[in-house]
């Protein structure tokens, strides 16, 4: 008897720290979650130089010790699209379940759909003129980074991340929409069907 009381303390021990560990990282991740500044912007640049124009925005993330990730809005089906993919980018950071190393990396994965870093770049920004949406993550400084950013756009507009038919036929291709889902949803519901493919990358990981 004297050996199972033993026995049934030191479950018991074991169980408590379990939980104490748990309580601990939940803790830990509060946070990351809710300390991040999120800012999204955007607008219209005309980049000749798609790596210099990378490293502009790398050098502005050093100097502000924050995350930018800059994004083609022609491929974004509106402010949700990019907030979710930025929210579940942070949980998995918090988590350790995060695939790629970089923050920004991890963004243009979810935004994508897509698991495999290599495919996700096509969700990136191209040469010549273009409509670009811009991620900026930080704890500080980022109101004054985002000045800086969109001082290297022609023309500052947030709007383009905004979804319109003049998306549809380029998202549908990108994202592998079928005309049966438009045909048993609607085409109203195509940012409905992209945040779908957002949240099936959690489920493939």
């Known amino acids: 008897m004297e050996n199972m009381y033993n026995l049934d303390i030191s479950f018991k021990f074991i169980e408590h720290a379990i939980i104490s ?48 990730q800059a994004l083609n809005a022609d491929l974004i089906s509106g402010s949700r699209h990019l907030q979710s993919a930025v929210n579940k980018t942070l949980r ?30 096509v969700i990136g920004i191209k040469k010549g003129k273009m409509r670009i949406a811009i991620v900026l993550i930080g704890e500080n400084a980022v109101d004054e980074a985002t000045v800086e950013v969109e001082a290297l756009l022609d023309t500052i507009d947030p709007g383009v991340i905004d979804y319109s038919d003049i998306k549809r036929e380029e998202i549908m291709d990108f994202f592998d929409i079928t005309t049966d889902e438009i045909n048993a949803v609607g085409k109203e519901k195509i940012p409905e069907l992209v945040l779908e493919r957002v949240a099936l990358i959690d489920v493939f990981k």
């Open 21 to 68: 560990v748990c309580y601990l990282f939940i803790y830990m991740s509060i946070p990351i979650l809710y300390i991040m500044n999120i800012i999204i912007t955007g607008g219209t640049v005309n980049i000749t130089d798609v790596t210099g124009f990378l490293n502009q925005l790398t050098n502005l993330g050093s100097k502000y010790n924050i995350t930018i």
């Open 92 to 121: 998995s950071f918090s988590s350790l379940n995060n695939a790629a190393n970089d923050p920004g990396m991890e963004i243009m994965m979810y935004a994508s759909g897509r698991r495999q870093i290599e495919r996700a770049l």
